[in-house]
C-alpha cells in the first residue's frame, strides 16, 4: 500500500510562448506554500501590436487547445495570464473564460478581468499605466478602461513590440516607470500591465516607497486563481499589498 503525498491544489496558467518572466515569478511567489503549484501551457505570441497577424495570435482556437492539455493535470482552476484583452476589449477574455469552463469544467479567470475586480474591490477608479507596449496597443487599452469607468491619469510605455523582448526590461526601468507615474497623475493605485515585465519583484518596496497599491498582472493571476482553487490569497507572503489586503 503507497503513501498519499496529502491534498495538493494545482494552478494552470495558459501562457504566451515567448514569455520567460510570468512562470519563474509566479514559482516564486508561491515557494511559501508547500501544497500549492503552478502549471503551465503554451500557445504561439511573439508580437503586439495591432497588426492582424499579432491580434490573430489570440485566436480562441489554440487557448482552448492549451487549456484542455491542463486540464489532463487535473488543475483547480485556470488563468489566461496575459493582458491582451487591454486593448482587444474585455469581452474577449469573458467569452474566452466561458468557453474554457465549457470545454474543461475548470473555474476559469484571467490577469485583465481579476484586475478589473479588483478595481471594483477596492474602489479604485484613477489609475496609474506601466507598459512596455507600443503607443497605439497603450492608447486602445486607456481607451477599453476610460469606458469601463476607469480613468488613466498618468502612463508610461516603452514602445516596444516585444514580446520576448519585454522580459528584458530592467526592475530599475519598471521602478522609475512607477515614480514618474505616481509623481505625475497622483493615482489611487499603479498597474504594471504585462505578464512578461518583471514587475512583480519591485512591488512591495514600491509600494512602500509610493505610498498606494501596485497591482501587478502577474500577481492579479495568482490572486483569482488562488480564490478560484479554494485557496486564501493572503498566504502569499511578501509579494504585495494585493494579498493582505483584497479579500
Given at each position: 500500500m503507497k503513501?498519499?503525498?496529502g491534498e495538493r491544489r494545482f494552478l494552470g496558467m495558459l501562457t504566451p510562448s515567448s514569455n520567460t518572466v510570468l512562470e519563474p515569478l509566479t514559482a516564486a511567489a508561491l515557494s511559501g506554500l508547500p501544497d500549492v503549484t503552478a502549471h503551465f501551457s503554451r500557445f504561439t505570441v511573439t508580437e503586439i501590436s495591432l497588426?492582424?497577424?499579432?491580434?490573430?495570435?489570440?485566436d480562441t482556437r489554440p487557448m482552448l487547445a492549451a487549456a484542455r492539455l491542463l486540464a489532463d493535470a487535473r488543475v483547480h482552476s485556470i488563468c489566461w495570464n496575459g493582458t491582451s484583452a487591454g486593448w482587444k476589449g474585455f469581452a474577449a477574455d469573458e467569452e474566452l473564460c466561458a468557453e474554457i469552463e465549457l470545454e474543461t469544467g475548470?473555474?476559469?479567470?484571467?490577469?485583465?478581468?481579476?484586475?478589473?475586480e479588483i478595481f471594483v474591490l477596492t474602489?479604485?477608479?484613477?489609475?496609474?499605466?506601466?507598459?512596455?507596449?507600443?503607443?497605439?496597443?497603450?492608447?486602445?487599452?486607456?481607451?477599453?478602461?476610460?469606458?469601463?469607468?476607469?480613468?488613466?491619469v498618468a502612463e508610461r510605455h516603452l514602445?516596444?513590440?516585444?514580446?520576448?523582448?519585454?522580459?528584458?526590461v530592467s526592475e530599475a526601468t519598471i521602478a522609475q516607470m512607477c515614480q514618474e507615474v505616481a509623481a505625475e497623475g497622483k493615482p489611487e493605485a499603479i498597474s504594471i500591465f504585462c505578464t512578461n515585465l518583471r514587475g512583480l519583484s519591485i512591488v512591495p518596496e514600491?509600494?512602500?516607497?509610493?505610498?498606494?497599491?501596485?497591482y501587478d498582472t502577474i500577481a492579479t493571476a495568482i490572486w483569482k486563481?488562488?480564490?478560484?482553487?479554494?485557496?486564501d490569497p493572503d498566504r502569499v507572503k511578501d509579494r504585495g499589498r494585493l494579498f493582505q489586503e483584497v479579500s
Open positions: 503513501d498519499s503525498v497588426a492582424a497577424q499579432a491580434l490573430s495570435q489570440f475548470i473555474a476559469t479567470c484571467s490577469s485583465v478581468l481579476a484586475l478589473n474602489g479604485v477608479q484613477r489609475f496609474g499605466l506601466v507598459t512596455p507596449y507600443l503607443d497605439d496597443i497603450q492608447a486602445a487599452t486607456i481607451a477599453n478602461y476610460g469606458r469601463a469607468g476607469f480613468e488613466c514602445g516596444d513590440p516585444g514580446n520576448f523582448s519585454f522580459s528584458e514600491m509600494e512602500a516607497e509610493l505610498g498606494i497599491p501596485i486563481s488562488l480564490k478560484l482553487a479554494g485557496i
